[in-house]
C-alpha cells in the first residue's frame, strides 16, 4: 500500500484494513504477542491512527473477533450455491475447512477469546461470536430433522454446541499440530454429520 493509497481510505475503510490486519496478526501471534506497531504496519497506518479507530488492544481485539464472525457468516452463506440443500451444502463447507484460512483464524480467535474473557469488551464479543454460529447450526439441523434428513432424536440446540466443540479442537489441533493437522480437521465435523444423519434418508 502505497502513502497515496493510504490518504485516500475513508474512515470506514481505514477501520476494514486495520481489523483485517489484526485478525491475521492476533490468529499468527496470539494476544500477547501481537503487537499494535505491528498490526499497524500490516494496516498500512501509523499506531496513532490505529488508537484513533480502537482505545485500546483489547478493544481492538474484541471488535476484530466480531467483524471475523461477520466475515466467515458470509463467507458460509457464499459457499452454499444457489439451488442447494443445507445438508449438501455443510458437507461441501466441511470440504473446504483444511483449505480456508478464515475458518482457522476465527477458531484461533475463539481460543484466544476463552483465555480473555475476564475483560468484560472481550467477554461480550465472544459471547456473540458463538451465539452467532450455535444459532446458525441450531436453525440448519432443525430443518434438517423437519425435512426427515436428521435424526429427530437429538436435540438441534446440543448439535450446535458440539459444532462449537469441534470448531474449538480445530482451532486447538491447527495451533498444536500446525499444517500437518490439516487433513485430519474434516474427519471431526463429518462425524458428527454421520452421527446425526436420519438412516432412512440415505435409503431413499
Not at 29 to 53: D, N, Q, V, W
Not at 150 to 165: F, P
Request: net charge negative.
Amino acid at each position: 500500500m502505497t502513502p497515496e493509497t493510504r490518504s485516500r481510505l475513508t474512515s470506514d475503510e481505514r477501520r476494514t484494513a486495520i481489523l483485517t490486519a489484526a485478525r491475521h496478526v492476533f490468529a499468527r501471534r496470539g494476544f500477547h504477542g501481537a503487537g499494535t506497531a505491528e498490526i499497524a504496519r500490516e494496516a498500512g497506518c501509523s499506531e496513532p491512527m490505529l488508537y484513533k479507530h480502537f482505545a485500546s488492544k483489547q478493544a481492538l481485539f474484541a471488535a476484530t473477533l466480531e467483524d471475523a464472525t461477520l466475515c466467515l457468516r458470509d463467507r458460509i452463506h457464499a459457499m452454499f450455491e444457489e439451488g442447494q440443500s443445507e445438508f449438501d451444502g455443510i458437507l461441501a463447507w466441511v470440504e473446504k475447512l483444511q483449505h480456508d484460512d478464515m475458518i482457522l483464524e476465527v477458531s484461533r480467535l475463539r481460543m484466544l477469546g476463552i483465555t480473555l474473557a475476564d475483560d468484560p469488551e472481550i467477554r461480550a464479543a465472544l459471547e456473540r461470536s458463538v451465539a452467532e454460529m450455535r444459532r446458525r447450526v441450531t436453525g440448519i439441523v432443525t430443518r434438517l430433522q423437519e425435512q426427515g434428513q436428521a435424526r429427530t432424536d437429538v436435540d438441534a440446540e446440543q448439535i450446535g454446541w458440539l459444532w462449537l466443540g469441534f470448531v474449538l479442537a480445530a482451532g486447538f489441533r491447527f495451533a498444536v499440530e500446525g499444517e500437518q493437522a490439516l487433513p485430519e480437521i474434516p474427519k471431526l465435523p463429518k462425524t458428527l454429520i454421520t452421527l446425526m444423519t436420519n438412516p432412512a434418508s440415505e435409503e431413499v
